[in-house]
């Protein structure tokens, strides 16, 4: 393996404090999900099937633009095709976390959406969570599914799997990450006490613009 730079170690270092904070959190368990970031044309992304408290710098996989990696590497995630695709088409983020989140898998396997029953499923980038269609993880066909469902948002669920977050760094994929699986036990709790009054379009465009000018501005 070659020596990486400053910038390297430090995207290396984020992607194992990252898959610790998700499995800490609890939108992770074991040696499931997985993460990935952008490195000039090349990706980062965890190893296959480490746990992530048994990950170090050095288990990060780097993965060229052609798909390679370095002799010697760990096998990268099974989903790297998955993290591949979107990084390629979606130059506006640079990291992508995937877990499997106890509520928005349960929504998964219903392949239900989540409904903008509360505004903040807003910062997902639509009015909704959409569900990408079933296909076998590790797939071509599911890199597939998910790039045209999360085509122009930060967020999907994965049709019996979990849930996928997109951002401009892997603490702002992290949040969003946190953010649906929040999205999900609302929504999965209030589906429980009855039929939820779901937002409707024009409210939803009210909230659009209200987060155009939401936060510290800098």
Same mark, same amino acid.
């Given at each position: &393996?070659?020596?990486?730079?400053?910038?390297?170690?430090?995207?290396? *270092?984020?992607?194992?404090?990252? &898959?610790?904070?998700?499995? *800490?959190?609890?939108l992770n368990k074991g040696a499931s999900g997985n993460?990935?970031?952008?490195?000039?044309?090349? &990706?980062?992304?965890?190893?296959?099937?480490l746990a992530p408290d048994l990950m170090d710098e050095q288990s990060i996989v780097r993965v060229a633009a052609d798909g390679t990696t370095e002799p010697g590497a760990l096998r990268p995630s099974s989903e790297w095709a998955m993290?591949?695709?979107?990084?390629?088409?979606?130059? =506006?983020?640079?990291a992508v976390v995937h877990c499997h989140s106890r509520y928005a898998t349960i929504l998964a396997c219903c392949h239900r959406p989540i409904e903008p029953v509360h505004y903040m499923v807003s910062?997902?980038?639509?009015?909704e969570v959409p569900v990408a269609p079933y296909q076998i993880f590790g797939t071509p066909e599911?890199?597939? *599914?998910?790039?045209?469902?999360? =085509?122009?948002?930060?967020?999907c669920l994965l049709a019996n799997h979990g849930q996928i977050a997109l951002g401009r760094?892997?603490?702002?994929?992290f949040a969003i990450a946190e953010e649906v699986e929040e999205q999900a036990a609302v929504y999965y709790g209030a589906q429980l006490l009855g039929s939820?009054?779901?937002?409707?379009?024009n409210q939803m465009n009210d909230i659009f613009r209200r987060f155009e000018d939401y936060g510290q501005k800098r």
């Open positions: &393996m070659t020596v990486p730079t400053a910038e390297e170690s430090e995207l290396r *270092a984020d992607l194992v404090r990252i &898959m610790r904070k998700m499995a *800490a959190s609890g993460a990935s970031v952008r490195l000039g044309e090349d &990706m980062l992304i965890t190893p296959s099937g993290h591949w695709r979107i990084l390629r088409q979606r130059r =506006d983020i640079d910062v997902t980038g639509g009015a599911l890199a597939d *599914a998910v790039v045209a469902t999360v =085509d122009g948002r930060l967020a760094s892997l603490d702002h994929a939820p009054h779901v937002l409707d379009e």
